[in-house]
């Protein structure tokens, strides 16, 4: 049998212990709404200084409705995974369609079910706005909650099922955005993957995998690829590359870089070494080639990925850009 977790306890413990995060300081449902996409796949520390550039240039949804794609790219570069740059500007045009074309007259809904209906918005980003921001008794589902749970419950490999049902018994529904941050924030900050805080844990007492943490739960298998492509890096008299924008598709789309594919026509260029970039579960090893063009563009006006950051990094770094 399972002990409850004490809920005043943890709650105690949050008022005490989070840490001063700016989206903590709103209840603003958009602001919050960007802090939690961003935060999908940026850590923390990292995601302050966007998510503080984002609420200045677009602090409403119809400020990023009204602007280009591009100019939300151009924000993000640097954060990674720029597909939530795109749906989270596809979310912003919906939610200022009019009711009648499927959309909310430009306000972000107040519930976890119409969120789920927005682009880019799953379960969990739904629950975490809808109760963080409007105070709807829903529980959230994450990562580090997913952790603490299989602790308490010395559970190797909970299902989805049992974590939400773990999650939903144990929901504090006077409170739930506080309460749903302050699990969030125990596991990212005291029951961590590798190095758990036991000793400082508020709710050890009812944990039953303590004694060996680590093994709960059991770390996912991540296949790993790997992506092998060709680029030509060129550069015009003046020292500036050429670039191109990408398509629609890709984890690239729609950013701009030197021409990049599987296989190029490299008779003429000068190989300059080999550029590796790491995902989550690719590995892209780019071999560059270098050439000249007529024309180039500054690099700093448009959205370069990280990956095109190393490669043109590689030309200045061998002295090929004046």
Not at 13 to 24: G, N, T, V
Not at 206 to 232: F, N, V
Not at 252 to 269: C, I, K, Q, R
Request: proline letters at 6%.
């Amino acid at each position: 049998m399972v002990a409850q977790l004490s809920q005043s306890t943890l709650l105690a413990w949050y008022a005490e212990s989070k840490r001063d995060l700016p989206w903590r300081h709103t209840t603003d449902g958009w602001q919050i709404l960007l802090s939690e996409i961003l935060l999908q796949q940026t850590q923390v520390s990292r995601g302050i200084g966007y998510w503080l550039k984002l609420v200045e240039r677009f602090p409403t949804p119809q400020s990023m409705a009204e602007a280009e794609v591009d100019e939300v790219l151009f924000l993000w570069q640097g954060a990674g995974y720029y597909s939530r740059a795109r749906r989270l500007h596809a979310l912003a045009r919906q939610v200022c369609l009019p009711s009648s074309e499927g959309g909310y007259d430009g306000v972000l809904p107040t519930t976890s079910a119409h969120l789920l209906q927005l682009p880019g918005i799953g379960p969990y980003t739904a629950a975490a706005v809808a109760s963080i921001a409007y105070g709807e008794p829903v529980a959230c589902v994450d990562g580090n909650i997913r952790r603490v749970m299989a602790r308490q419950a010395k559970s190797a490999n909970p299902s989805v099922k049992e974590v939400e049902q773990w999650a939903n018994r144990n929901l504090f529904h006077s409170d739930a955005g506080d309460w749903n941050q302050a699990l969030m924030e125990l596991g990212a900050t005291v029951c961590t993957p590798k190095q758990p805080k036991c000793d400082g844990c508020p709710i050890a007492p009812s944990c039953s995998g303590q004694l060996d943490a680590t093994a709960y739960p059991e770390p996912k298998k991540i296949k790993r690829k790997r992506l092998d492509l060709m680029c030509e890096l060129r550069y015009d008299s003046s020292g500036l590359p050429f670039l191109v924008q990408r398509g629609e598709d890709g984890i690239l789309a729609g950013l701009w870089g030197p021409h990049m594919e599987e296989e190029l026509d490299v008779e003429s260029l000068i190989f300059i070494g080999e550029v590796k970039h790491v995902l989550s579960h690719r590995d892209i090893f780019v071999q560059v080639w270098l050439g000249i063009c007529r024309q180039g563009m500054d690099p700093s006006t448009v959205a370069v990925s990280a990956l095109d950051r190393k490669i043109l990094a590689l030309g200045d770094r061998q002295g090929y850009r004046s």
